[in-house]
């Protein structure tokens, strides 16, 4: 963190206030820790984080938040949007409002969004971020992801955080320099050094992806009534506009003791080698190195819309396309009825 300053702030019914109470000390450029109060508390559209700060709620450590945020606006800006290093978010529940942002706009209408995935020139990265003990709720809404890592962002961690609706709990998809995805020109970014650990994710369509990058870890993930569990995935371009020298995307990726029990009519976890551009239409195949997915339990539950799905490709726990370079250990499929723990397994 570059400074030491300590903000407590204090919050009100008022959204317009809310907003310009947080921005006036984000504002400062000092960096420090901005303290919000225990309560609920809505702003009228979302706030910017900038280099060296922490945002707290009230109650820190392992028991409930006490400090919720959510947004009246229907713009579809995150509630809070990292755009700066040395960055931590934790002690704070969110309620993003409903937000639909379409196919590409995954870094949109989230409770946090760290970095971006179209830049219009080339861009610095965003490093050493924390997100932890946060919490997300967006019941009955499905629309929109809940966080969101894209681009140009490296050395970031997201621990005990719980997720409850929503598309993917946690998204994290590479960004390139362009005006839309069928125009990008490049260079790629591709998020690196993410340490995905503790989080849970119930009532969602998809508890989280990986798209297009590199030196990921994920443990410890407990996932269930998802209609898919993850995805490792090599983005719509692969690696066409990557300059990353020694470290290729889609290398040095771990998935440790996954816990998911999926609801879909297609499969818990797939896992493919091979995109298609939105520039060309072209389709290419990126090649995994040093991936690995090992003691993953597997529940499959009654499918929840009856009949859903595609007859050509059945049910299954996990789905490998074109992607000779990963490899499964100690995957368990537990076929028992009723055989969801209360936790993540030991």
């Known amino acids: 963190m570059t400074g030491h300053h300590h903000h407590d702030l204090t919050l009100s019914d008022d959204p317009a206030a809310n907003r310009r109470a947080l921005e006036q000390v984000l504002a400062s450029g000092t960096g420090g820790t901005l303290r919000l109060p225990a309560g609920t508390f809505t702003l009228d559209r979302g706030v910017v984080l900038g ?37 931590t978010v ?5 309620r993003p409002p409903p937000c639909a942002p379409g196919e590409h706009g995954g870094d949109r209408g989230t409770a946090i969004t760290v970095g971006n995935y179209l ?12 997100i932890r ?33 929503g598309c993917t709990g946690v998204a994290v998809h590479w960004g390139a320099v362009g005006d839309g995805v069928d125009s990008i020109v490049g260079p790629s970014y591709h998020p690196h050094h993410l340490d995905i650990r503790d989080l849970r994710v119930s009532d969602a369509f998809e508890g989280f992806y990986l798209s297009s990058v590199h030196d990921v870890t994920v ?45 879909g009519p297609l499969y818990a976890v797939r896992i493919a080698g091979w995109g298609r551009s939105e520039i060309d239409h072209s389709f290419r195949v990126l090649d995994y190195r040093d991936v690995v997915v ?9 499918l929840a819309t009856a009949g859903s799905g595609e007859a050509r490709r059945p049910r299954s726990p996990v789905v490998v396309e074109q992607a000779s370079g990963v490899i499964l250990e100690g995957i368990r499929v537990d076929l028992r009825a009723g055989a969801v723990p209360a936790g993540p397994p030991p």
Do not use: K
Request: glycine share 10%; net charge negative; hydrophobic share 40%.
């Open 119 to 130: 830049y219009p020139a080339e861009t610095q990265w965003i490093e050493d971020i924390q």
């Open 133 to 165: 003990h946060v919490q997300v709720e967006r019941h009955d809404e499905r629309a929109a992801n809940c966080v969101a890592v894209m681009g140009a962002v490296r050395d970031i961690t997201i621990s005990d955080v719980s997720i409850v609706g």
């Open 294 to 302: 090992r003691d993953c339990t597997f529940v499959p539950l009654p």
């Open 219 to 263: 443990d410890r993930v407990h996932l269930s009534e998802v209609e898919i569990g993850f995805r490792l995935l090599p983005g719509d371009n692969t690696d066409r506009f990557h300059s990353g020298g020694d470290n290729p995307v889609g290398a040095r990726i771990r998935v440790d003791g996954a816990y998911v029990a999926w609801n």
């Open 51 to 87: 280099p060296g700060w922490t945002l707290t709620g009230a109650a820190p450590g392992p028991g409930p938040v006490t400090t919720w945020l959510t947004s009246s606006s229907s713009a579809g800006e995150p509630i809070v949007h990292v755009l700066g290093s040395q960055v």
């Open 90 to 94: 934790q002690d704070i529940g969110f």
